[in-house]
């Protein structure tokens, strides 16, 4: 089977018949906002107040949330306003990045690229610094984790803080860290509107001038877009050889900061 016989497999549900790839269209976040606001202005306002109410109430008294959720639910309380009330509460869990943990690329292979960091450090008169950042509804951290103690290892100093992070929260945070260079990962398809998102407010905050990379499933058509939108380099699962990646980014900053 499949040797001789029924060779061919169904097509990938992630293909399509033009590019190959599934995009996001742009305007499919506006017609899901609209949809959401319109959503709200049919439901019963006064039923859906009292709900959350109630389940700030229990929340915060550590009790049992399940019944006055489905509450929620059935009053037509959103997914976004459900946990909204409950990170009031809680807090907003984050993860374990991963980026404590040993790397595993021998240091023998960063020692070259680690003494071009450590001389970049030396004429900027502090350690460089990078931004690993995860923008969107993407929650495959193993690549930005790599990169990450990749990083680290080849002597940069590493900002990472988890997945689904707007791209107002990784600009603030490269802005707050004082950063040399920002990386994104995103594996969601929304690698064109979160990347022109960023690059907005990099402008608007006038720190353009910072490196952007991005790496992730991007089409060669995409590459091109984003490239003219003023990244630096694009990474996808064709550049898999992490000290390549990391030269690449000492070549990036050198040619930056020297």
């Not at 460089?128 to 495959?140: F, Q």
């Not at 590459?223 to 939108?229: G, I, S």
Request: proline share 3%; with cysteine.
């Amino acid at each position: 089977m499949g040797v001789n016989k029924f060779k061919e497999t169904t097509e990938s549900p992630l293909k399509d018949d033009k590019e190959g790839f599934i995009k996001i269209d742009p305007k499919a976040e506006k017609e899901q906002i609209n949809k959401l606001k319109n959503w709200r202005k049919k439901r019963n306002k006064s039923k859906c107040i009292q709900a959350l109410k109630k389940l700030k109430e229990l929340a915060s008294q550590n009790k049992n949330i399940m019944e006055v959720s489905i509450e929620c639910a059935h009053a037509g309380v959103t997914t976004g306003e459900w946990t909204d009330t409950l990170r009031k509460i809680y807090g907003e869990y984050r993860a374990a990045t991963g980026v404590g943990k040993t790397s595993k690329i021998e240091k023998r292979a960063h020692k070259k690229i680690n003494e071009r960091i450590n001389k970049l450090s030396l004429k900027l008169k502090r350690r460089v610094k990078l931004l690993v950042g995860k923008p969107g509804l993407d929650g495959h951290s193993s690549g930005a984790e790599q990169i990450s103690v990749a990083a680290r290892d080849a002597g940069m100093e590493v900002v990472y803080q988890g997945i689904r992070l707007t791209p107002e929260q990784i600009v603030n945070t490269a802005i707050e860290e004082s950063v040399h260079m920002i990386a994104l990962s995103i594996l969601s398809g929304s690698h064109l509107s979160l990347t022109k998102e960023t690059i907005r407010l990099l402008n608007k905050n006038k720190i353009s001038n910072i490196p952007l990379v991005v790496g992730g499933i991007i089409p060669e058509e995409d590459e091109k877009k984003m490239l003219n939108l003023g990244v630096s380099r694009i990474y996808t699962p064709k550049n898999y050889d992490i000290n390549s990646i990391m030269s690449d980014f000492a070549n990036i900053l050198e040619k930056h900061y020297l």
